[in-house]
Protein backbone atom coordinates (compact mmCIF):
# COMPACT_ATOMS: atom_id res chain seq x y z
CA UNK A 1 0.00 0.00 0.00
CA UNK A 2 1.29 3.57 -0.83
CA UNK A 3 1.77 5.91 1.61
CA UNK A 4 -1.06 8.69 1.50
CA UNK A 5 0.46 10.56 4.97
CA UNK A 6 1.74 13.86 4.92
CA UNK A 7 3.67 15.85 7.66
CA UNK A 8 2.68 19.35 7.22
CA UNK A 9 3.82 22.03 9.06
CA UNK A 10 5.07 18.98 12.01
CA UNK A 11 1.58 17.68 11.69
CA UNK A 12 0.38 14.13 10.48
CA UNK A 13 -2.37 13.87 8.35
CA UNK A 14 -4.02 10.78 6.42
CA UNK A 15 -3.60 11.90 2.91
CA UNK A 16 -3.11 15.60 0.97
CA UNK A 17 -6.79 16.18 0.61
CA UNK A 18 -8.10 18.66 2.19
CA UNK A 19 -11.62 20.76 1.12
CA UNK A 20 -11.33 24.77 0.91
CA UNK A 21 -12.46 27.57 2.69
CA UNK A 22 -16.32 28.52 1.69
CA UNK A 23 -17.02 25.51 -0.42
CA UNK A 24 -17.61 23.10 2.53
CA UNK A 25 -19.16 25.23 5.12
CA UNK A 26 -17.83 23.51 8.73
CA UNK A 27 -18.41 19.75 7.39
CA UNK A 28 -21.87 19.33 8.56
CA UNK A 29 -23.80 19.22 5.26
CA UNK A 30 -21.07 16.57 3.02
CA UNK A 31 -20.92 14.50 6.05
CA UNK A 32 -24.55 13.45 5.39
CA UNK A 33 -22.82 12.24 2.18
CA UNK A 34 -19.99 10.52 3.31
CA UNK A 35 -17.92 10.89 6.57
CA UNK A 36 -15.26 13.49 6.11
CA UNK A 37 -12.77 11.16 8.48
CA UNK A 38 -11.78 10.58 4.73
CA UNK A 39 -10.23 13.60 4.02
CA UNK A 40 -7.32 14.71 5.00
CA UNK A 41 -9.13 17.72 6.52
CA UNK A 42 -11.35 20.34 5.89
CA UNK A 43 -10.21 24.60 5.74
CA UNK A 44 -13.46 26.10 7.42
CA UNK A 45 -15.57 28.62 6.55
CA UNK A 46 -13.60 31.87 6.39
CA UNK A 47 -14.20 33.46 10.33
CA UNK A 48 -14.54 36.69 11.32
CA UNK A 49 -14.47 37.81 15.49
CA UNK A 50 -18.09 38.71 15.01
CA UNK A 51 -21.15 36.94 13.01
CA UNK A 52 -21.00 38.76 9.34
CA UNK A 53 -24.43 38.86 7.11
CA UNK A 54 -22.48 39.20 4.02
CA UNK A 55 -23.32 40.44 0.80
CA UNK A 56 -26.58 40.71 -0.72
CA UNK A 57 -27.89 38.17 -3.59
CA UNK A 58 -27.28 37.20 -6.43
CA UNK A 59 -24.11 35.85 -5.22
CA UNK A 60 -23.12 33.68 -7.79
CA UNK A 61 -22.75 33.41 -11.63
CA UNK A 62 -21.70 30.66 -13.61
CA UNK A 63 -18.29 31.14 -16.05
CA UNK A 64 -16.77 28.97 -18.67
CA UNK A 65 -16.03 26.35 -16.72
CA UNK A 66 -16.09 28.28 -13.56
CA UNK A 67 -18.25 30.43 -10.89
CA UNK A 68 -17.80 33.48 -9.74
CA UNK A 69 -18.56 34.19 -6.02
CA UNK A 70 -19.35 37.20 -3.72
CA UNK A 71 -21.02 36.05 -0.50
CA UNK A 72 -18.84 38.22 1.37
CA UNK A 73 -17.54 36.04 4.39
CA UNK A 74 -21.15 35.24 5.71
CA UNK A 75 -20.30 33.50 8.88
CA UNK A 76 -21.46 33.13 12.92
CA UNK A 77 -18.50 34.29 14.34
CA UNK A 78 -15.40 32.48 15.76
CA UNK A 79 -17.29 32.17 19.16
CA UNK A 80 -19.93 29.94 17.77
CA UNK A 81 -17.43 28.34 16.02
CA UNK A 82 -15.69 27.42 19.32
CA UNK A 83 -18.89 26.39 20.77
CA UNK A 84 -21.23 25.12 18.10
CA UNK A 85 -18.91 23.54 15.26
CA UNK A 86 -15.63 23.26 16.57
CA UNK A 87 -16.72 20.05 19.29
CA UNK A 88 -18.66 18.20 16.33
CA UNK A 89 -15.67 18.80 13.96
CA UNK A 90 -13.30 17.31 16.74
CA UNK A 91 -15.61 14.38 17.04
CA UNK A 92 -15.10 13.68 13.50
CA UNK A 93 -11.26 12.60 13.53
CA UNK A 94 -10.35 14.84 10.29
CA UNK A 95 -7.50 17.61 10.24
CA UNK A 96 -9.22 21.47 10.84
CA UNK A 97 -7.70 24.21 9.77
CA UNK A 98 -9.68 27.52 10.63
CA UNK A 99 -9.63 29.99 7.98
CA UNK A 100 -9.86 33.54 9.89
CA UNK A 101 -10.61 37.01 8.16
CA UNK A 102 -10.82 40.54 10.13
CA UNK A 103 -10.69 44.16 9.17
CA UNK A 104 -7.70 45.41 11.06
CA UNK A 105 -4.76 43.74 12.49
CA UNK A 106 -6.16 43.41 15.92
CA UNK A 107 -9.39 41.33 14.89
CA UNK A 108 -7.06 38.83 13.20
CA UNK A 109 -4.25 39.22 16.48
CA UNK A 110 -8.02 38.42 18.70
CA UNK A 111 -8.57 35.22 16.88
CA UNK A 112 -5.60 33.79 16.52
CA UNK A 113 -4.91 33.95 20.16
CA UNK A 114 -8.44 32.63 21.01
CA UNK A 115 -8.15 29.73 18.17
CA UNK A 116 -4.78 28.75 19.66
CA UNK A 117 -6.73 27.87 22.58
CA UNK A 118 -8.20 25.33 20.85
CA UNK A 119 -7.71 21.61 19.65
CA UNK A 120 -7.51 22.81 15.75
CA UNK A 121 -4.54 21.90 13.27
CA UNK A 122 -3.76 25.22 11.34
CA UNK A 123 -4.67 28.28 11.44
CA UNK A 124 -5.08 29.88 7.69
CA UNK A 125 -4.62 33.32 7.76
CA UNK A 126 -7.18 34.87 5.20
CA UNK A 127 -5.51 38.22 3.54
CA UNK A 128 -7.23 37.70 0.52
CA UNK A 129 -10.54 37.57 0.34
CA UNK A 130 -11.68 39.61 -2.99
CA UNK A 131 -15.33 40.65 -1.37
CA UNK A 132 -15.32 42.49 1.42
CA UNK A 133 -14.83 45.96 1.62
CA UNK A 134 -12.42 46.32 4.84
CA UNK A 135 -9.65 44.22 5.27
CA UNK A 136 -9.54 41.24 3.25
CA UNK A 137 -7.15 40.94 0.19
CA UNK A 138 -6.10 44.67 1.25
CA UNK A 139 -4.11 42.62 3.69
CA UNK A 140 -2.10 40.32 1.12
CA UNK A 141 -1.91 43.13 -1.97
CA UNK A 142 1.12 44.75 -0.73
CA UNK A 143 4.72 42.90 0.74
CA UNK A 144 4.37 45.93 3.41
CA UNK A 145 0.99 44.84 4.95
CA UNK A 146 1.64 41.37 4.27
CA UNK A 147 5.03 41.23 6.43
CA UNK A 148 3.23 43.49 9.05
CA UNK A 149 -0.22 41.34 9.92
CA UNK A 150 2.03 37.91 9.32
CA UNK A 151 4.47 39.20 11.85
CA UNK A 152 1.69 40.38 14.30
CA UNK A 153 -0.61 37.40 13.90
CA UNK A 154 2.18 35.36 14.70
CA UNK A 155 2.94 36.75 18.00
CA UNK A 156 -0.45 35.76 18.91
CA UNK A 157 -0.46 32.48 17.53
CA UNK A 158 0.76 29.21 18.53
CA UNK A 159 -0.53 27.13 16.18
CA UNK A 160 1.08 26.80 12.47
CA UNK A 161 0.21 29.89 10.50
CA UNK A 162 -0.84 29.27 7.33
CA UNK A 163 -0.97 32.57 4.93
CA UNK A 164 -3.64 32.41 2.21
CA UNK A 165 -2.24 34.47 -1.20
CA UNK A 166 -4.35 36.21 -3.17
CA UNK A 167 -3.42 35.57 -6.93
CA UNK A 168 -4.57 39.49 -7.62
CA UNK A 169 -1.13 40.70 -7.29
CA UNK A 170 2.10 41.63 -9.70
CA UNK A 171 4.19 39.16 -8.10
CA UNK A 172 3.30 36.45 -5.81
CA UNK A 173 6.72 35.12 -5.14
CA UNK A 174 7.60 38.56 -3.55
CA UNK A 175 4.61 38.27 -1.68
CA UNK A 176 5.65 34.86 -0.58
CA UNK A 177 8.85 35.78 0.99
CA UNK A 178 7.42 38.77 2.56
CA UNK A 179 4.86 36.13 4.52
CA UNK A 180 8.02 33.70 4.97
CA UNK A 181 10.45 36.17 6.28
CA UNK A 182 7.54 37.56 8.89
CA UNK A 183 7.27 34.04 9.95
CA UNK A 184 4.81 32.37 8.38
CA UNK A 185 4.84 28.34 9.17
CA UNK A 186 2.85 27.61 5.83
CA UNK A 187 1.38 29.34 2.59
CA UNK A 188 -1.97 28.58 1.14
CA UNK A 189 -2.54 29.12 -2.80
CA UNK A 190 -4.23 30.69 -4.39
CA UNK A 191 -7.98 32.56 -3.47
CA UNK A 192 -9.89 33.43 -6.06
CA UNK A 193 -9.51 35.69 -9.06
CA UNK A 194 -11.29 39.37 -8.79
CA UNK A 195 -13.62 38.87 -12.06
CA UNK A 196 -17.08 40.43 -13.37
CA UNK A 197 -19.56 39.20 -15.84
CA UNK A 198 -22.37 41.70 -17.04
CA UNK A 199 -26.59 40.87 -17.49
CA UNK A 200 -26.22 41.51 -21.43
CA UNK A 201 -30.33 42.91 -20.76
CA UNK A 202 -30.61 44.57 -17.97
CA UNK A 203 -26.71 46.08 -18.56
CA UNK A 204 -26.52 45.20 -14.53
CA UNK A 205 -23.26 42.87 -13.47
CA UNK A 206 -24.79 39.69 -12.44
CA UNK A 207 -23.36 39.68 -9.09
CA UNK A 208 -24.85 42.32 -6.67
CA UNK A 209 -21.31 43.00 -5.30
CA UNK A 210 -20.62 44.04 -8.98
CA UNK A 211 -17.28 41.89 -8.82
CA UNK A 212 -16.58 38.93 -7.49
CA UNK A 213 -13.68 35.98 -7.29
CA UNK A 214 -13.25 33.83 -10.41
CA UNK A 215 -13.14 29.65 -9.22
CA UNK A 216 -13.22 26.32 -10.59
CA UNK A 217 -11.23 24.22 -13.47
CA UNK A 218 -10.70 27.70 -15.39
CA UNK A 219 -8.27 28.98 -12.92
CA UNK A 220 -6.06 25.58 -12.52
CA UNK A 221 -3.52 26.66 -14.96
CA UNK A 222 -3.03 30.14 -13.27
CA UNK A 223 -2.88 27.75 -9.83
CA UNK A 224 -0.27 25.69 -11.05
CA UNK A 225 1.75 28.61 -12.27
CA UNK A 226 1.81 30.77 -9.11
CA UNK A 227 2.41 27.33 -6.81
CA UNK A 228 5.34 26.66 -8.90
CA UNK A 229 7.24 30.13 -9.01
CA UNK A 230 6.31 30.36 -5.22
CA UNK A 231 7.84 26.73 -4.63
CA UNK A 232 11.09 27.86 -6.45
CA UNK A 233 11.04 31.08 -3.82
CA UNK A 234 10.30 29.87 -0.08
CA UNK A 235 11.02 27.08 1.98
CA UNK A 236 7.73 26.72 3.22
CA UNK A 237 4.98 23.65 2.93
CA UNK A 238 2.44 24.78 0.86
CA UNK A 239 -1.13 23.99 0.31
CA UNK A 240 -1.98 23.95 -3.53
CA UNK A 241 -5.67 25.17 -4.71
CA UNK A 242 -6.87 26.35 -7.34
CA UNK A 243 -9.50 24.45 -9.95
CA UNK A 244 -8.91 21.07 -9.09
CA UNK A 245 -11.49 18.74 -9.91
CA UNK A 246 -9.99 15.68 -10.69
CA UNK A 247 -6.74 13.80 -9.19
CA UNK A 248 -5.03 14.34 -12.12
CA UNK A 249 -5.24 17.87 -10.98
CA UNK A 250 -4.27 17.54 -7.90
CA UNK A 251 -1.28 15.48 -9.10
CA UNK A 252 -0.35 18.32 -11.42
CA UNK A 253 -1.02 20.54 -8.03
CA UNK A 254 1.73 18.44 -6.30
CA UNK A 255 4.51 18.23 -8.71
CA UNK A 256 4.07 21.77 -9.11
CA UNK A 257 5.30 22.45 -5.25
CA UNK A 258 2.24 21.53 -3.09
CA UNK A 259 2.78 18.93 -0.53
CA UNK A 260 -0.97 19.24 -0.14
CA UNK A 261 -3.98 20.48 -1.82
CA UNK A 262 -7.60 21.97 -1.24
CA UNK A 263 -10.33 20.83 -3.70
CA UNK A 264 -13.44 23.51 -3.50
CA UNK A 265 -15.56 24.61 -6.48
CA UNK A 266 -15.93 20.67 -7.72
CA UNK A 267 -17.78 20.02 -4.65
CA UNK A 268 -20.85 21.54 -5.89
CA UNK A 269 -20.86 19.73 -8.73
CA UNK A 270 -20.03 16.29 -7.22
CA UNK A 271 -19.67 16.40 -3.38
CA UNK A 272 -17.54 13.00 -3.84
CA UNK A 273 -14.68 14.70 -5.78
CA UNK A 274 -12.14 14.94 -2.56
CA UNK A 275 -12.70 11.04 -2.27
CA UNK A 276 -12.49 10.44 -6.22
CA UNK A 277 -9.36 12.25 -6.21
CA UNK A 278 -7.92 10.35 -2.90
CA UNK A 279 -8.63 7.30 -4.45
CA UNK A 280 -6.67 8.55 -7.54
CA UNK A 281 -3.79 9.50 -5.93
CA UNK A 282 -3.26 6.20 -4.65
CA UNK A 283 -3.86 4.09 -7.89
CA UNK A 284 -1.25 6.41 -9.30
CA UNK A 285 1.11 6.16 -6.55
CA UNK A 286 0.54 2.33 -6.97
CA UNK A 287 0.93 1.80 -10.48
CA UNK A 288 4.11 4.17 -10.37
CA UNK A 289 5.75 2.14 -7.80
CA UNK A 290 5.75 5.13 -5.74
CA UNK A 291 6.12 4.72 -1.65
CA UNK A 292 5.14 8.09 -0.57
CA UNK A 293 3.01 10.98 -1.71
CA UNK A 294 5.22 13.22 -0.76
CA UNK A 295 7.97 12.08 -2.68
CA UNK A 296 5.88 14.14 -5.73
CA UNK A 297 5.96 17.58 -3.84
CA UNK A 298 7.96 19.94 -6.61
CA UNK A 299 9.13 17.16 -8.66
CA UNK A 300 8.22 18.42 -11.70
CA UNK A 301 11.31 19.30 -13.70
CA UNK A 302 11.16 22.74 -15.17
CA UNK A 303 12.59 22.70 -18.79
CA UNK B 1 -30.65 15.09 6.43
CA UNK B 2 -31.43 12.86 4.55
CA UNK B 3 -30.72 13.73 1.07
CA UNK B 4 -28.56 11.10 -1.08
CA UNK B 5 -26.79 11.32 -4.60
CA UNK B 6 -28.51 8.97 -6.60
CA UNK B 7 -28.07 8.11 -10.65
CA UNK B 8 -31.78 7.55 -11.42
CA UNK B 9 -32.49 6.32 -14.70
CA UNK B 10 -34.86 8.60 -16.83
CA UNK B 11 -38.28 6.59 -17.15
CA UNK B 12 -39.96 8.62 -19.23
CA UNK B 13 -39.67 12.36 -20.97
CA UNK B 14 -42.76 14.53 -21.85
CA UNK B 15 -42.60 17.35 -23.49
CA UNK B 16 -45.79 19.63 -21.86
CA UNK B 17 -45.87 23.16 -23.19
CA UNK B 18 -42.90 24.17 -25.58
CA UNK B 19 -39.74 24.60 -23.77
CA UNK B 20 -40.99 22.71 -20.70
CA UNK B 21 -40.65 18.71 -19.69
CA UNK B 22 -41.62 16.45 -17.32
CA UNK B 23 -39.20 13.77 -16.64
CA UNK B 24 -40.48 10.86 -14.54
CA UNK B 25 -37.20 9.24 -12.54
CA UNK B 26 -36.51 5.80 -11.40
CA UNK B 27 -35.18 7.40 -7.88
CA UNK B 28 -36.04 4.96 -4.87
CA UNK B 29 -34.13 6.27 -2.34
CA UNK B 30 -34.97 9.46 -2.44
CA UNK B 31 -38.64 8.98 -3.37
CA UNK B 32 -38.59 7.09 -0.18
CA UNK B 33 -38.24 10.27 1.94
CA UNK B 34 -38.74 13.25 0.00
CA UNK B 35 -41.35 15.68 0.72
CA UNK B 36 -43.80 17.98 -1.22
CA UNK B 37 -41.71 21.08 -1.80
CA UNK B 38 -38.80 19.49 -1.88
CA UNK B 39 -36.01 20.19 -4.94
CA UNK B 40 -33.26 17.86 -6.12
CA UNK B 41 -29.84 19.33 -7.49
CA UNK B 42 -29.41 17.87 -10.71
CA UNK B 43 -26.25 17.36 -12.62
CA UNK B 44 -25.51 18.65 -16.18
CA UNK B 45 -23.16 17.89 -18.67
CA UNK B 46 -20.44 20.07 -19.26
CA UNK B 47 -21.40 22.69 -16.38
CA UNK B 48 -20.12 23.31 -12.83
CA UNK B 49 -23.46 24.18 -11.58
CA UNK B 50 -25.93 21.61 -10.83
CA UNK B 51 -29.52 22.54 -11.58
CA UNK B 52 -32.19 22.99 -8.49
CA UNK B 53 -35.63 21.95 -9.84
CA UNK B 54 -38.39 21.05 -7.63
CA UNK B 55 -39.99 17.72 -7.28
CA UNK B 56 -43.52 17.79 -8.57
CA UNK B 57 -44.62 14.27 -7.84
CA UNK B 58 -43.48 11.38 -5.74
CA UNK B 59 -44.42 8.00 -5.94
CA UNK B 60 -42.33 6.15 -3.04
CA UNK B 61 -44.45 3.16 -3.90
CA UNK B 62 -42.93 2.48 -6.96
CA UNK B 63 -39.79 4.61 -6.14
CA UNK B 64 -40.44 6.99 -8.80
CA UNK B 65 -40.31 10.35 -8.85
CA UNK B 66 -40.81 13.11 -11.47
CA UNK B 67 -39.69 17.07 -12.20
CA UNK B 68 -40.88 19.39 -14.58
CA UNK B 69 -38.63 21.89 -16.24
CA UNK B 70 -38.97 24.95 -18.35
CA UNK B 71 -35.69 25.53 -20.57
CA UNK B 72 -34.17 28.65 -19.46
CA UNK B 73 -30.60 28.68 -20.43
CA UNK B 74 -27.60 26.68 -21.29
CA UNK B 75 -28.05 24.33 -18.51
CA UNK B 76 -31.75 23.39 -18.67
CA UNK B 77 -31.33 22.96 -22.27
CA UNK B 78 -28.75 20.39 -22.36
CA UNK B 79 -30.52 18.45 -19.59
CA UNK B 80 -33.65 18.64 -21.79
CA UNK B 81 -32.04 16.79 -24.12
CA UNK B 82 -31.67 13.49 -22.24
CA UNK B 83 -33.30 10.50 -23.51
CA UNK B 84 -35.72 7.88 -22.18
CA UNK B 85 -33.21 5.10 -20.65
CA UNK B 86 -30.11 8.06 -19.48
CA UNK B 87 -29.15 8.40 -16.14
CA UNK B 88 -29.88 11.71 -14.36
CA UNK B 89 -27.20 12.19 -11.47
CA UNK B 90 -29.30 13.87 -8.68
CA UNK B 91 -28.65 15.08 -5.24
CA UNK B 92 -31.88 14.96 -3.72
CA UNK B 93 -34.70 15.43 -1.31
CA UNK B 94 -32.90 19.11 -0.60
CA UNK B 95 -34.49 21.96 1.09
CA UNK B 96 -37.46 22.32 3.41
CA UNK B 97 -40.75 21.48 1.56
CA UNK B 98 -44.35 22.88 2.46
CA UNK B 99 -45.23 22.23 5.39
CA UNK B 100 -48.78 20.15 5.06
CA UNK B 101 -52.13 20.70 7.21
CA UNK B 102 -54.36 18.36 8.11
CA UNK B 103 -56.25 17.22 5.52
CA UNK B 104 -59.58 18.64 5.89
CA UNK B 105 -58.64 22.14 6.03
CA UNK B 106 -59.64 24.47 2.78
CA UNK B 107 -56.01 24.74 1.12
CA UNK B 108 -55.45 27.51 -1.81
CA UNK B 109 -52.64 26.41 -4.14
CA UNK B 110 -51.95 29.59 -6.34
CA UNK B 111 -49.09 29.23 -9.22
CA UNK B 112 -47.71 31.04 -11.92
CA UNK B 113 -46.14 29.42 -15.00
CA UNK B 114 -42.60 27.45 -13.95
CA UNK B 115 -44.59 27.79 -10.49
CA UNK B 116 -46.93 25.33 -10.82
CA UNK B 117 -44.68 22.05 -10.74
CA UNK B 118 -44.05 22.57 -7.01
CA UNK B 119 -47.34 22.74 -5.59
CA UNK B 120 -48.78 20.01 -7.38
CA UNK B 121 -47.52 16.78 -4.77
CA UNK B 122 -48.76 19.39 -1.67
CA UNK B 123 -52.39 20.16 -3.49
CA UNK B 124 -53.09 16.24 -3.92
CA UNK B 125 -52.88 15.97 -0.20
CA UNK B 126 -55.74 18.34 0.33
CA UNK B 127 -57.96 16.21 -2.24
CA UNK B 128 -60.58 17.63 -2.77
CA UNK B 129 -60.65 20.47 -0.18
CA UNK B 130 -58.08 22.08 -2.61
CA UNK B 131 -58.69 25.08 -4.53
CA UNK B 132 -55.94 25.57 -7.42
CA UNK B 133 -55.62 29.02 -9.73
CA UNK B 134 -52.87 28.41 -11.99
CA UNK B 135 -51.30 31.54 -14.38
CA UNK B 136 -50.47 31.47 -17.59
CA UNK B 137 -48.92 33.53 -20.06
CA UNK B 138 -51.39 31.56 -22.53
CA UNK B 139 -52.93 28.80 -23.91
CA UNK B 140 -49.94 27.46 -25.26
CA UNK B 141 -47.90 27.71 -22.05
CA UNK B 142 -50.37 25.65 -20.01
CA UNK B 143 -48.95 22.67 -18.50
CA UNK B 144 -50.61 20.35 -15.59
CA UNK B 145 -54.71 21.49 -15.19
CA UNK B 146 -55.28 17.68 -15.72
CA UNK B 147 -52.85 16.27 -13.11
CA UNK B 148 -54.53 19.04 -10.26
CA UNK B 149 -57.73 18.33 -10.98
CA UNK B 150 -57.74 14.04 -11.04
CA UNK B 151 -57.73 14.33 -7.11
CA UNK B 152 -60.85 16.26 -7.14
CA UNK B 153 -59.37 19.67 -6.60
CA UNK B 154 -61.26 23.21 -8.26
CA UNK B 155 -58.91 24.14 -10.56
CA UNK B 156 -59.60 27.82 -12.50
CA UNK B 157 -57.12 28.79 -15.09
CA UNK B 158 -56.27 32.54 -15.56
CA UNK B 159 -53.79 33.68 -18.88
CA UNK B 160 -52.80 36.71 -20.00
CA UNK B 161 -53.77 37.12 -22.69
CA UNK B 162 -56.97 35.94 -22.56
CA UNK B 163 -56.51 32.74 -24.86
CA UNK B 164 -58.12 29.92 -21.84
CA UNK B 165 -59.89 30.41 -18.68
CA UNK B 166 -60.08 34.26 -16.68
CA UNK B 167 -58.54 37.14 -18.51
CA UNK B 168 -55.61 38.43 -16.00
CA UNK B 169 -53.89 37.59 -12.98
CA UNK B 170 -54.27 34.86 -11.25
CA UNK B 171 -53.86 37.07 -8.52
CA UNK B 172 -57.58 38.21 -9.14
CA UNK B 173 -58.81 34.19 -8.87
CA UNK B 174 -57.25 34.39 -5.05
CA UNK B 175 -58.48 37.66 -4.12
CA UNK B 176 -62.53 36.65 -5.09
CA UNK B 177 -61.97 33.62 -3.10
CA UNK B 178 -60.50 34.94 -0.48
CA UNK B 179 -63.92 37.25 -0.39
CA UNK B 180 -66.63 34.96 -1.01
CA UNK B 181 -65.03 32.31 0.55
CA UNK B 182 -63.23 30.41 4.29
CA UNK B 183 -59.51 30.05 3.07
CA UNK B 184 -57.39 28.34 6.05
CA UNK B 185 -54.49 28.14 4.24
CA UNK B 186 -52.48 29.33 1.01
CA UNK B 187 -49.70 27.56 -1.27
CA UNK B 188 -47.67 30.15 -4.01
CA UNK B 189 -45.16 29.60 -6.04
CA UNK B 190 -44.30 31.81 -8.95
CA UNK B 191 -42.45 34.77 -10.26
CA UNK B 192 -41.41 37.13 -7.20
CA UNK B 193 -44.01 40.04 -7.87
CA UNK B 194 -47.01 37.30 -7.84
CA UNK B 195 -45.55 36.25 -4.28
CA UNK B 196 -45.57 39.57 -2.90
CA UNK B 197 -49.05 40.52 -3.43
CA UNK B 198 -50.03 37.11 -2.61
CA UNK B 199 -48.42 37.61 0.75
CA UNK B 200 -50.26 40.63 0.96
CA UNK B 201 -53.82 39.33 0.40
CA UNK B 202 -53.12 36.48 2.94
CA UNK B 203 -51.79 39.18 5.62
CA UNK B 204 -54.57 41.50 5.33
CA UNK B 205 -57.05 38.49 5.02
CA UNK B 206 -55.15 36.50 8.45
CA UNK B 207 -54.73 33.41 5.99
CA UNK B 208 -51.66 31.35 6.72
CA UNK B 209 -49.40 31.61 3.80
CA UNK B 210 -46.44 29.75 2.48
CA UNK B 211 -44.00 30.55 -0.48
CA UNK B 212 -41.83 28.78 -2.62
CA UNK B 213 -38.56 31.26 -3.36
CA UNK B 214 -35.84 31.06 -6.12
CA UNK B 215 -32.04 32.44 -5.76
CA UNK B 216 -29.28 31.42 -7.47
CA UNK B 217 -28.01 28.80 -5.79
CA UNK B 218 -24.08 26.47 -5.74
CA UNK B 219 -23.83 23.96 -3.53
CA UNK B 220 -27.45 23.22 -2.90
CA UNK B 221 -26.69 21.67 0.66
CA UNK B 222 -26.52 24.48 3.08
CA UNK B 223 -22.31 24.94 3.03
CA UNK B 224 -21.27 27.41 0.36
CA UNK B 225 -23.92 30.11 1.63
CA UNK B 226 -24.90 31.51 -2.17
CA UNK B 227 -28.50 31.44 -2.07
CA UNK B 228 -29.03 34.00 0.58
CA UNK B 229 -32.75 35.60 0.83
CA UNK B 230 -33.55 38.08 3.40
CA UNK B 231 -35.50 36.56 6.07
CA UNK B 232 -37.15 37.96 9.37
CA UNK B 233 -36.01 36.93 11.99
CA UNK B 234 -37.53 37.84 15.50
CA UNK B 235 -38.41 41.13 12.83
CA UNK B 236 -34.95 41.53 11.78
CA UNK B 237 -33.47 40.61 8.35
CA UNK B 238 -31.42 38.07 8.51
CA UNK B 239 -29.84 36.12 5.60
CA UNK B 240 -31.20 32.47 5.05
CA UNK B 241 -30.75 30.18 2.57
CA UNK B 242 -33.00 28.64 -0.23
CA UNK B 243 -31.46 25.23 -0.39
CA UNK B 244 -31.37 24.61 3.38
CA UNK B 245 -33.69 26.62 5.31
CA UNK B 246 -35.68 27.02 2.01
CA UNK B 247 -37.31 26.77 -0.52
CA UNK B 248 -40.62 26.96 1.53
CA UNK B 249 -40.65 30.12 3.51
CA UNK B 250 -43.61 31.80 5.85
CA UNK B 251 -44.79 34.79 3.75
CA UNK B 252 -44.90 36.86 6.13
CA UNK B 253 -41.25 36.50 7.42
CA UNK B 254 -40.17 37.32 3.94
CA UNK B 255 -38.67 40.27 3.27
CA UNK B 256 -40.27 41.78 -0.18
CA UNK B 257 -38.34 44.61 -0.58
CA UNK B 258 -34.92 44.04 -0.06
Not at chain 1, 94 to 104: D, M, P
Not at chain 1, 148 to 154: A, F, N, R, S
Not at chain 2, 230 to 237: A, F, T
Request: glycine content about 10%; hydrophobic content about 45%.
Amino acid sequence: MPDLKINFCGIEFKNPVFTASGTYGFGREFNALYPISLLGGISCKGTTLAPREGNPPPRIAETPSGILNSVGLQNPGVEHFINEDLPWLLEQKTGIIVNIAGSTVEEYCEMAERLSETAVDIIELNISCPNVKHGGAAFGTSCASVTEITGEVKKHCTKPLMVKLSPNVTSIADIAKSAEAAGADALSLINTIMAMRIDIETRRPILKNNKGGLSGPAVLPVAIRMVNEVANAVNLPIMGMGGISDWRDALEMLLAGASAVQVGTILFNDPLAPIKIIDGLNRYLKSHGIARVSELTGAVQLW
Amino acid sequence: MKYTIEEAKLLKKEQLAKGIFRFTVFSPAVASVAKAGQFANISVAGKILRRPISICELDPQFGRIRFVFEVRGDGTAILSQAVEGDIIDLIAPLGHGFDLGDPSLQAVFVGGGIGVPPLLEAAKSYGRNASVYLGFRSEEAMILVRDFAVRGAAVRIATDDGSLGYHGFVTDLLKEKLQNDHVDIIYACGPRPMLKLIAAMAREQGVACQVSLEERMGCGIGACLVCACPILKDGVPTYRHVCKEGPVFNAEEVVWDA
